[in-house]
């Protein structure tokens, strides 16, 4: 009799296990397992393999750590009452994961791309499937032997070129589509190419002109010109141009398009199909129906990574409770977000167009920036509400946010670390660092050149990627180790290192175009009219500069403490953009003059390299000085202090002193 009910408990228990990961993600579908560059060895993890496939879940709409997802409950429902979904997956593991590190790096997937390779490895290629060994570039995160996941959580992102993606599911009001007036912004060039026509992001639920409207602008501040009906024509139910034919739109000018959209997505699900997947790589040796963990037995700890819109969507992750997942388990130890700035993305939203990313000029009144901005509880004076980006509930990861300079300018950055007024200076908790990678723009990585593109000045090649592979090795051994990472290095309002733009002590660099504002913003209340509350603005700051106009805060590369020149996280837009408005998210990069007579004929106030360093010698010792101090601080690893001075010495550097 006792044998019996042990058999039954232990039945009843398998049962509810297999309930329980119904719940979650159901199965895992390997559809590629092949060599990675070519069975080549990276260090002592070995060789490693890609291994490719999709995943499916499903979701409990009762669940309160569902609940958040916007209209997850007129998604549809499958028999048990659960909503279905399916993303694709990619990792690359070591061949014999015994030689691994058994821990996970996953690298959010910007747009369906991977970044990880980019920005830790400085590889020259950004591929979705990387293949060679020079898509690693450096092989740093391969060398340390992570399990690398990439996963598909927006139905939007470009399946081109291997990207990863989702399937899309659509809320119904019943068996009735959804449909309602939304709006567009539409802009040629700038961020993308120059346009003939516009993709909507929608599908339009009338052609019928009469329901829809459309005007332009040419600045974000400038007052909405409408275009009459005549002056445009949908080309089918996701495309407009504009009439007569062969007109194409003004580069840089703002086209906002009101029209009845139909079928949106519940995009808040690709929050949940994260949680799900890394849960599952964590803590489960096979799904329902027996296929085996594609990341093998025993892994120790989790890692996430997010570059820009990824980056906002790691906030929106912590800050909605998706890193604890159905079972109560923490799904990311360690996380890292990369120039997200104070923002999260406009993904779980009715009609969320997850691409968007709020600029000075473009996309400014879409959902972005709201509090709570800081990973530090406070009260926003201006809602009234009490909140911190942790939530405190005992699942929030170690949490380490590193932005450049273009951060303080376009996206608010400065609150991270101030009151919503920006009155007084604000601590990160004990569980959170926060760090400025001075003197370098948004898109900073490896082998950019100072090309000017749509901006008025030469932009900024200084890559910030040296301090990230350190704090990203500083994460690891905290999460691993309990060992803290470098205390934080943001500038402040208290030390003078952080102001409003207006008191920027940029100096007069003779043909250099200054930026004199960030950009603006206050609660957002209606993106489709649109309407934004500026009655009480938040107030971001910037920080301050030297007098060559090089930043004094944050994690100061040789770039920056023993400088060629002037480095910045602002540009402005030339001809035929909108001239005087922020180029999007490029910074400025101004060389020194190499001798005192160079330097005065040009009337450059800032100090030719000459007069800094002496010669070529003396700023190799210069760069040596900079880079010992970086090692010993934790904020630059060994391998890439040899590279800094190896290129301070170099013949090519020499040039940049010949007189």
């Known amino acids: 009799m006792g044998t019996k009910l042990v058999t039954r408990a232990i039945l009843c228990g398998l049962a509810l296990a297999a309930e329980l990961a119904a719940a979650r993600l159901t199965e895992i579908h390997v559809t590629a397992v092949e060599p990675f560059a070519d069975g080549m060895a990276f260090g002592a993890a070995g060789a490693y393999e890609r291994v490719k496939g999709t995943f499916k879940g499903e979701l409990d709409p009762s669940d309160p750590r569902n609940k958040v997802i916007v209209n997850l409950d007129k998604a549809q429902k499958n028999a048990a009452g659960r909503i279905e979904y399916e993303a694709d997956f990619y990792i690359l593991r070591p061949v014999d994961a015994a030689h691994g590190s058994r821990k996970i790096l996953y690298d959010v ?36 032997g992570y399990v690398i996941v990439w996963s ?53 639920a009338t052609l019928e002109q009469s329901q829809a409207r459309l005007t332009v602008r040419r600045a974000e501040t400038n007052p909405r010109r409408e275009i009459p009906a005549e002056g445009w024509a949908y080309v089918n139910a996701r495309e407009i141009r504009l ?77 909605l409770g998706f890193n604890q997942d159905e079972s109560g388990r923490k799904v990311f130890d360690g996380v890292m977000a990369h120039t997200a700035g104070v923002g999260g993305v406009f993904l779980n939203y009715e009609f969320g167009q997850p691409a968007r990313t709020n600029t000075q000029h ?43 300079s273009t951060e303080y300018w376009q996206k608010g950055a400065s609150l991270l670390v101030t009151d919503p007024l ?39 090649p200084h890559n910030p990627s040296p301090a990230l592979r350190a704090l990203l090795v500083a994460l690891d051994e905290w999460v691993s180790e309990g060992k803290a990472p470098p205390a934080s290095r943001t500038p402040r309002i208290s030390d003078g290192t952080m102001v409003t733009p207006e008191k920027l002590a940029f100096p007069a660099i003779p043909g250099v175009a200054v930026a004199h504002r960030v950009n603006e913003f206050g609660v957002l209340k209606d993106w489709v009219k649109p309407e934004m509350d500026l009655s009480q603005p938040y107030r971001p700051l910037v920080p301050q500069v030297d007098v060559d106009g090089n930043e004094t805060s944050g994690i100061l590369l040789p770039d920056v403490a023993a400088p060629l020149g002037t480095y910045t996280g602002w540009n402005l837009y030339k001809a035929p953009y909108v001239e005087g408005e922020l180029c999007d998210r490029f910074g400025t990069y101004v060389p020194f003059a190499a001798s005192r007579a160079e330097r005065e ?38 391998e890439d202090a040899q590279q800094f001075i190896e290129k301070a010495k170099s013949a090519e550097t020499a040039k940049r002193f010949a007189r």
């Not at 003197?439 to 100072?450: E, K, N």
């Not at 009337?603 to 101090?629: F, M, T």
């Open 362 to 404: 473009e996309d400014h009144v879409f959902p972005e920036n709201a509090f709570p901005f800081s990973s530090a509880r406070q009260t926003d004076p201006v809602t009234g509400m009490t909140a911190g980006l942790l939530r405190n509930d005992g699942f929030d990861p170690l949490w380490m946010e590193t932005n450049t």
């Open 422 to 460: 920006g009155i007084r200076d604000l601590a990160h908790p004990a569980n959170a660092r926060g760090y400025l990678v001075g003197g370098t723009q948004h898109g900073g990585q490896a082998w950019m050149t100072s090309t000017a593109g749509p901006c008025v000045n030469p932009r900024n």
């Open 243 to 319: 009439l007569p034919e062969g007109t194409a739109p003004e580069p840089g000018s703002l086209y906002e398009f009101h029209y009845p959209a139909k079928n949106p997505r519940v995009l808040g699900i690709g929050l949940a199909a994260t949680r799900d997947l890394v849960s599952f790589l964590r803590y489960e040796a096979a799904d329902s129906k027996g296929n085996a963990n594609p990341a093998g037995a025993g892994v120790r700890h989790a890692l996430a990574f997010g570059r820009s819109q990824s980056g906002r969507y790691l906030r929106d992750h912590v800050a």
């Open 109 to 144: 997937t910007n747009r369906g791309r991977q970044y990880a390779h980019w920005m830790f490895g400085d590889a020259r290629t950004v591929r979705n499937d990387p293949s060679a060994a020079e898509d690693a570039g450096n092989g740093l995160i391969l060398r340390r």
């Open 152 to 204: 598909g959580w927006d139905p939007d992102a470009p399946r081109a070129n291997a990207g990863l993606a989702m399937k899309p599911v659509i809320a119904m009001n019943g068996t009735v589509p959804i449909a309602r007036v939304i709006r567009d912004e539409l802009m040629s060039g700038g961020r993308g190419p120059l346009r003939k026509t516009f993709r909507l992001t929608y599908e339009a």
């Open 601 to 638: 004929a040009k009337n450059d106030p800032r100090l030719s390299l000459e007069e800094r360093y002496g010669d070529h010698a003396g700023y190799a010792r210069r760069v040596e000085e900079a880079v010992k101090n970086l090692v010993a601080n934790r904020l630059l690893l060994a």
